[in-house]
């Protein structure tokens, strides 16, 4: 099989997201091979001749910066540093987002400015490639001297401690790798610092959030053009010269998105009892374009982190510089990251008002949308749902990036909580996802109610595909196990 070779050059999210969904195997190439040896010999070289301590490499670490430690000990003090870091609690990170952190901690480590041994980038390859994942949590770090806590359970593996999931159990890693065959690393000066600053484990929920993102705008498009159809609603309000005047990318985007969707539609044909459609309906350009303008916006954040060397201090092999800065300050993709959050938040807000019409009892369709209300509450509690799952996603919009805690007895005096930012996005984007699924659950039941009028053959297909997984709903039934397979449907179809 063909690997992905890990390189210095520039790793689009769109590549990214073809990585992950086909599973291919990474590998370094030759160049990122050549940069990582180079910087370690450079690395190596330096510490033979040089008197004057070096942040993190021969001194202790935060607040500790000023006690120098002997150089027999050097290896120690990195061992010593990714045990008592790996304090992280809470719920654990799935494991499609670990998968993601060792991915991009070893395009981090591959432009040879972070000191690591080749083999310890080539453990982390490994353990990406065979899917022994490690064990981490959710809860611990501060997003600013890099997500120490997270990146810390991640690097435990490497020298045989923690734990790691592997063909579906847990279990001690040292386990694993007597069994693989693979001897703990042994860890050289510098290189428990590089492995736990950076910010994989925010990068890593960002971009998972990103990619689904991305399609669950696709998904509020086409929903909502169901919706708005099985409403019986109007298509002047997304006619193009009405988003010329106003010129805003993304509600341009939309609204001929819109457009394109209904095409052939004999329920958008005909007359119209109605003047105007209510603001859900009405402001779908509007409102799911300034969303994509975000995520066009987010995406361009996070795909200048995953290119970036975020460890610290950060060495410059042929300029015979090394700097202790501040590259693992989250506060870049913090921002980023809340932002993305309410832009998302949005779209469930908006979708659980269409849900609102659609159940009203308005233009013809059946109260709750069942033939018999009375009997049958329908389609009333769907509605209750996504207004809770809508209100919470409220309170998880408010922003993480604008707390700060200080931390190392005052010497890290700014932070960016950009790990919370990450964890609670991608919440978020859960949420969302479980509101589009009911409104979808809605419309598809709300169109039937217009037989024998047909609505356009996009949707039709998509409808008809739908109807794979869902059945209208005639008379009451249990009806959590269709919510969970509109969600399914939103993962699963193209």
């Not at 990122?32 to 490499?57: T, V």
């Not at 593996?157 to 790691?164: A, H, S, T």
Request: glycine share 6%; with cysteine; hydrophobic share 40%.
């Amino acid at each position: 099989m063909d690997h992905h070779h890990i390189s210095a050059e520039h790793l689009s999210l769109e590549h990214l997201r073809t990585l992950i969904e086909s599973h291919t195997p990474i590998a370094l190439s030759e160049d990122a091979r050549r940069r990582i040896i180079h910087c370690r010999e450079y690395l190596d070289r330096k510490m033979a001749n040089q008197e004057q301590p070096i942040y993190g490499i021969t001194t202790g670490f935060g607040s500790l910066c000023n006690i120098s430690v002997d150089r027999d000990q050097l290896s120690q003090l990195q061992k010593n540093l990714v045990m008592s870091h790996a304090c992280g609690t809470g719920e654990r990170v799935p494991n499609e987002i670990v998968h993601l952190m060792l991915l991009l901690k070893v395009q981090s480590l591959s432009y040879g400015h972070s000191g690591v041994q080749l083999c310890t980038v080539e453990r982390l390859i490994d353990l990406y490639n065979h899917d022994i994942l490690p064990v981490v949590y959710q809860q611990g770090s501060l997003g600013a001297s890099g997500d120490l806590a997270p990146l810390a359970h991640l690097s435990l593996p490497l020298l045989g401690l923690g734990e790691v999931e592997w063909k579906g159990e847990i279990r001690p890693a040292a386990e694993v790798l007597t069994e693989m065959g693979w001897s703990p690393i042994e860890l050289q000066s510098k290189e428990g610092l590089a492995l736990l600053n950076g910010t994989q484990f925010m990068s890593a929920y960002g971009v998972w959030s990103l990619l689904k993102a991305q399609d669950l705008s696709r998904w509020a498009d086409r929903i909502g053009a169901l919706s708005l159809d099985a409403y019986d609603g109007r298509i002047e309000p997304f006619s193009d010269e009405v988003h010329f005047v106003r010129g805003h990318r993304g509600q341009l985007e939309t609204a001929r998105t819109i457009r394109q969707l209904l095409e052939g539609s004999q329920l958008i044909a005909q007359p119209k009892q109605h003047v105007q459609d209510p603001y859900s309906f009405r402001c779908i350009p509007q409102v799911h374009g300034a969303t994509k303008d975000t995520i066009a916006y987010v995406a361009t954040v996070l795909e200048a982190e995953i290119n970036s060397v975020t460890d610290n201090p950060t060495i410059f092999p042929d300029e015979d510089v090394i700097v202790s800065a501040g590259n693992f300050h989250g506060q870049p993709i913090a921002l980023a990251m809340d932002y993305l959050a309410i832009a998302l938040a949005e779209l469930g807000n908006i979708s659980e008002r269409r849900v609102y019409r659609l159940i009203s009892g308005q233009r013809n369709l059946p109260h709750f949308l069942v033939a018999k209300p009375g009997l049958n509450s329908g389609f009333m509690i769907p509605q209750y749902t996504a207004a809770s799952i809508v209100s919470q996603t409220k309170g998880l919009c408010m922003p993480a990036s604008v707390d700060s805690i200080p931390s190392s007895q005052g010497q890290e005096d700014h932070v960016s909580m950009g790990s919370n930012a990450a964890t609670k996005l991608a919440r978020v984007v859960l949420n969302v996802e479980r509101v589009l699924a009911i409104e979808l659950f809605n419309a598809a039941q709300a169109l039937e109610f217009r037989r024998p009028l047909c609505s356009s053959p996009a949707n039709e297909t998509m409808v008809a595909r739908y109807r794979q997984q869902v059945p209208f709903i005639d008379n009451d039934e249990v009806m959590y196990p269709h919510i969970e397979s509109s969600i399914q449907f939103l993962r699963n179809e193209p």
